[in-house]
């Protein structure tokens, strides 16, 4: 597979891109295409990076055929609007990657850089799947079943969210989770207040009978809640774009602030601190189950072609889990698996879900 | 202050509320009415509590006057649907908690009860304050700065909301956090998905002029994310009821996920279980700072009458904060304050706040 990886986008860019993409190169059978400013991405090739061992030799990989350059000097900056700027800097380094997957040079295209624009570029350039009304981030979560993580979708790209759109995002969790993650038969939970069917707000109400009655092929369990996002449980979590990125948000600070609470009542006494040392192993293996780093970014599902968008803090790690994530979705065809399912769904009226939403209400008051 | 505490609500109940009301009756001047079986109540008081220490003497309490039983039969149960069940059962012990506050017999109610009953038969027996269009369900969470807790609202009374809604909430959470929680100048946060001012969904884009522009009296600091919920710089942050709801119970999940985890690397081993030995402390007072019981439940705000719902897994010790938490609110008599304030806020036409959005929108693209 070959992956177009933009070397421009994300905090650490280029250097922590670059050699996240050196080292999908050396460790899979991907051609890795560093899309960005040629200067910049040889610079910082040349610089050896402190933390990665062995150090895999770029000048080999690219003799081989299996890393190389597409120079663009365009970039989008941090205060760009995102979607007037991919717009107006028609050869910024995301559009560039786009352009190589649209024109069947790259299988995948992947970013650390503004997730807003990397959506409206992968809209503006590749389009939508015909039938999908709105592609949806699609975030892989740790979960305390560490084989099994879980996918939260919709991750931000769309903050208001008409019910048919979540039978959508549920459709093609249910299939990045078969196809990418390897679950067999992923379990689907709608995002609510309570378990109880009849819980939630109009969206998701509306969103319950459509995903247990009108969508076939998926194993709906109904509604979830918060514990559900950490109990290894759920293998697909749907919601609306605003609701999905508050969960993330909140999940990601309440870790970090209980880590921070830990060290600090650690920190507070010196025979504490001495007996924590030896617990220092125990800790690193817990920080590393939960880092978010190894599960390889977020896929923009929707639209015709894999599209991995990542953390903008993200490290070479992060970028190499992240093409191997790009390239895994261009294997197995994610897009074309979209196309058919979503082509397939069956029409549902407006009037006929009304009709089933009040049976389920009905039922429980 | 005269507390109606239901005795009757609640996983543990009635013996851990019965008990919860006694230590409140012992360690205040508040008067505490039981309300609910006789029987049982009677019952509970007859058998020890086996963690309270002194345990008060319920007899001796009520022989001066300070602990009371006011009998009623009915009693909501589990699997009852709450809004019909509080109209069905006039004379449910949450019914007549309200009754007691509605006639001036008693002047906070206190339940650990079903929430959606509870702020059903608040609404049914004591209405809403003029001029507020829906009484929100404010939580009190820990944050990273003991001190200072912090107050979201709406934490699950109304799952869609409307932007003026907002609004409101953003005045009453404001009043419970001076008057209540001591706070002098309260920093209120609207949750949304990014600290830009044009980030969001329409229900945030729509509050946000709202509440910088149109909302006087109160320290209006823009958007927060799930961080600002665990740093301890927000006291208010408003939010719809299913926003709320999730931010809720997925913070909750995140601790209880983290701390599940970190036993589970420290049992791994025997070395490590030997080594987290002397830590137990330090754990111990990291569990005690983020315990919710002591925070005093959540204040259901917009109803003439200080009603304060705690979680249904409420111990005595939860039950004896929540009746201290009505006293207070009785005492600085927060339904009178959020009536003036509500009644004295700017009417703002549709037309006015969409010109304002859009100000705000064009500054940031």
């Known amino acids: ?54 150090l895999p030799d770029p000048q080999a990989l690219m003799a081989a055929g299996r890393l190389s350059i597409v120079h663009t000097d365009e970039s989008i900056a941090m205060d760009d609007a995102p979607a007037a700027a991919v717009r107006r800097k028609k050869n910024c380094s995301i559009n560039v990657c786009m352009r190589l997957v649209k024109e069947g040079k790259a299988d995948a295209a992947v970013s650390a ?47 208001d969210c008409h019910h048919q759109w979540l039978r959508e995002f549920a459709v093609m969790g249910d299939i990045y989770s078969r196809l990418v993650l390897g679950r067999e038969k992923p379990v ?6 309570g378990t109880e069917d009849c819980k939630g707000n109009e969206l998701t109400k509306h969103a319950f009978p459509l995903l247990r009655d ?16 950490f109990e290894g449980k759920t293998d697909v979590i749907v919601c609306d774009g605003f ?13 970090h602030a209980m880590g921070g609470w830990l060290k600090r009542v650690i920190m507070s006494k010196l025979w504490f601190r001495l007996a924590a040392l030896p617990l220092l192993p125990a ?33 070479y790690k992060a970028i190499a889990f992240a093409c191997r994530a790009g390239s895994r979705a261009a294997e197995h065809n994610v897009s074309q698996a979209i196309a058919e399912r979503i082509g ?18 009905a039922q429980n008051t």
């Open 1 to 54: 597979m070959r992956i177009a990886l933009d070397s421009m986008g994300g905090d650490n860019a280029p250097f922590e891109i670059v050699w996240g993409g050196v080292v999908a190169a050396a460790q899979t059978s991907d051609h890795i295409i560093l899309v960005g400013d040629e200067a910049a991405i040889r610079k910082s090739l040349k610089h050896r990076h402190p933390k990665i061992r062995p």
């Open 113 to 159: 850089g503004n997730s807003g624009a990397m959506a409206a570029s992968a809209l503006f350039i590749l389009g939508r799947i015909k039938g999908v009304a709105r592609p949806a981030i699609a975030t892989v979560l740790p979960s305390s079943d560490a084989s099994r993580p879980l996918l939260l979708l919709d991750a931000g790209a769309n903050t």
């Open 188 to 193: 689907i939970g709608l995002m609510s207040i």
């Open 214 to 229: 009108y969508t076939p092929g998926i194993d709906f369990r109904g509604n979830v809640e918060g514990h559900d996002v």
């Open 243 to 255: 609701v999905g990125n508050v969960v993330l948000k909140t999940a990601e600070s309440a870790a």
């Open 283 to 315: 800790l690193r293996a817990l920080k590393r189950q939960m880092d978010p780093e190894v599960y390889g970014g977020a896929p923009l599902l929707g639209v015709p072609g894999a599209v991995i968008i990542t953390h903008g803090s993200s490290t």
């Open 344 to 361: 397939a769904l069956p029409e549902v009226s407006e009037e006929e879900l009304e009709t089933a939403m009040r049976g389920t209400q």
